[in-house]
């Protein structure tokens, strides 16, 4: 987090507009503060009048202990304390929450659990926008083509179901250019942490429907034939084999998205807002939901639909099943359901 700047000058901004005129007073609670106490240090020296950093793991909790020691912040103004969130009791409640739990999916570093149980025992006014940093976090999702899947630009003789079906789903920097949205990215997941919560064990469900746009697909026919051409392929080669690749999908990509204050003056997003490549610390998770990539055209429909499972503890894997179905715009043209994973 240190390296992404965007990310921590979003946080650090939020904080100091938290915490100002109400400095000596404001006690924060910094949930997975890392080791080098990053977001605690930053509230401490806005003015905060006390800190709560915690920290699951105790060789990073000890990291956190030296740089508290080495940070010049007056003695006892930060607090690490060692262990998960929701085992622990404070000794008072916080006015203020920071977190940075946010997974590439939003949801997968259990958030859902942790800020169930802080809601609950944590802050002194649990359901004020003004009590947490970020505000909300999302998934944003896009039905996306991706180059190596496909059969003209991909590893020879890979097995790509059994990627699909038995390992993790790829992920990517969100910088990558080897990944195109082919729509405009919808909210997956919406997450306020000033409304009540649904508790550990939830089984959430949603719908999305995207449709696959003439503008992305010529954009990134354009984007992949460039990175062909600068690889060495003849000109017109490399415009057929990037049409063809534009014109694929291989499943609904994921990427989270920050929002750090009720106005939203602040915002954090890992890709651009248009779901197009730009650098960040999380990755664009990209589950295979087909052996070979589909065919789409300008207007053809993809719809998707999710069951989320979350974990019964704050450790516990969160469960995502997804089913993906294409409708074709043109009449002639079968509609393609893609396997569920």
Same mark, same amino acid.
């Given at each position: 987090?240190?390296?992404?700047?965007?990310?921590?000058?979003?946080?650090?901004?939020?904080?100091?507009?938290?915490?100002?005129?109400?400095?000596?007073?404001?006690?924060?609670?910094?949930?997975?503060?890392?080791?080098?106490?990053?977001?605690?240090?930053?509230?401490?020296?806005?003015?905060?009048?006390?800190?709560?950093?915690?920290?699951?793991?105790?060789?990073?909790?000890?990291?956190?202990?030296?740089?508290?020691?080495?940070?010049?912040?007056?003695?006892?103004?930060?607090?690490?304390?060692?262990?998960? *969130?929701? =085992?622990?009791?404070?000794?008072?409640?916080?006015?203020?929450?920071?977190? &940075?739990?946010?997974?590439? $999916? @939003? !949801? %997968?570093?259990?958030?859902?659990?942790?800020?169930?149980?802080?809601?609950?025992?944590?802050?002194?006014?649990?359901?004020?926008?003004?009590?947490?940093?970020?505000?909300?976090?999302?998934?944003?999702?896009?039905?996306?083509?991706?180059?190596?899947?496909?059969?003209?630009?991909?590893?020879?003789?890979?097995?790509?179901?059994?990627?699909?079906?038995?390992?993790?789903?790829?992920?990517?920097?969100?910088?990558?250019?080897?990944?195109?949205?082919?729509?405009?990215?919808?909210?997956?997941?919406?997450?306020?942490?000033?409304?009540?919560?649904?508790?550990?064990?939830?089984?959430?469900?949603?719908?999305?429907?995207?449709?696959?746009?003439?503008?992305?697909?010529?954009?990134? *026919?354009? =984007?992949?034939?460039?990175?062909?051409?600068?690889?060495?392929?003849?000109? &017109?080669?490399?415009?057929? $084999? @990037? !049409? %063809?690749?534009?014109?694929?999908?291989?499943?609904?990509?994921?990427?989270?998205?920050?929002?750090?204050?009720?106005?939203?003056?602040?915002?954090?997003?890992?890709?651009?807002?248009?779901?197009?490549?730009?650098?960040?610390?999380?990755?664009?998770?990209?589950?295979?939901?087909?052996?070979?990539?589909?065919?789409?055209?300008?207007?053809?429909?993809?719809?998707?639909?999710?069951?989320?499972?979350?974990?019964?503890?704050?450790?516990?894997?969160?469960?995502?099943?997804?089913?993906?179905?294409?409708?074709?715009?043109?009449?002639?043209?079968?509609?393609?359901?893609?396997?569920?994973?």
């Amino acid at each position: 987090m240190v390296n992404d700047h965007a990310r921590t000058s979003a946080f650090t901004a939020a904080i100091q507009k938290a915490v100002l005129g109400r400095e000596g007073d404001l006690v924060v609670l910094d949930i997975g503060t890392g080791p080098e106490a990053l977001l605690a240090l930053i509230a401490a020296r806005a003015g905060a009048r006390k800190v709560f950093a915690i920290e699951a793991q105790p060789e990073v909790a000890e990291m956190a202990r030296r740089a508290v020691a080495e940070s010049g912040v007056g003695v006892g103004v930060v607090q690490v304390i060692e262990g998960y *969130s929701t =085992d622990i009791e404070l000794p008072e409640k916080a006015d203020l929450l920071v977190a &940075e739990i946010v997974g590439s $999916v @939003a !949801s %997968e570093e259990g958030i859902y659990a942790t800020m169930f149980d802080a809601q609950r025992r944590h802050l002194r006014n649990p359901f004020m926008p003004a009590s947490y940093i970020p505000l909300a976090v999302e998934t944003l999702a896009a039905p996306m083509s991706y180059a190596l899947h496909h059969p003209a630009l991909g590893p020879k003789g890979f097995d790509w179901d059994a990627v699909r079906i038995d390992g993790p789903p790829p992920r990517f920097a969100c910088s990558t250019h080897v990944v195109k949205a082919l729509s405009e990215p919808l909210r997956f997941e919406v997450i306020r942490f000033d409304v009540p919560l649904p508790p550990p064990g939830s089984r959430l469900e949603t719908a999305l429907t995207f449709e696959i746009s003439a503008d992305r697909i010529h954009a990134a *026919s354009q =984007d992949y034939a460039a990175i062909l051409v600068e690889a060495g392929m003849p000109g &017109e080669a490399a415009d057929e $084999v @990037a !049409s %063809e690749v534009a014109h694929s999908v291989t499943g609904v990509g994921f990427w989270p998205r920050l929002i750090m204050d009720e106005d939203e003056t602040l915002v954090v997003d890992s890709r651009a807002a248009d779901g197009s490549a730009q650098r960040s610390h999380w990755q664009t998770v990209l589950p295979l939901l087909c052996s070979q990539p589909q065919r789409v055209a300008a207007r053809d429909i993809l719809v998707l639909h999710a069951v989320i499972d979350l974990g019964e503890a704050i450790d516990e894997p969160v469960r995502y099943a997804l089913e993906c179905e294409i409708r074709r715009d043109a009449p002639t043209r079968d509609s393609a359901p893609m396997a569920s994973r």
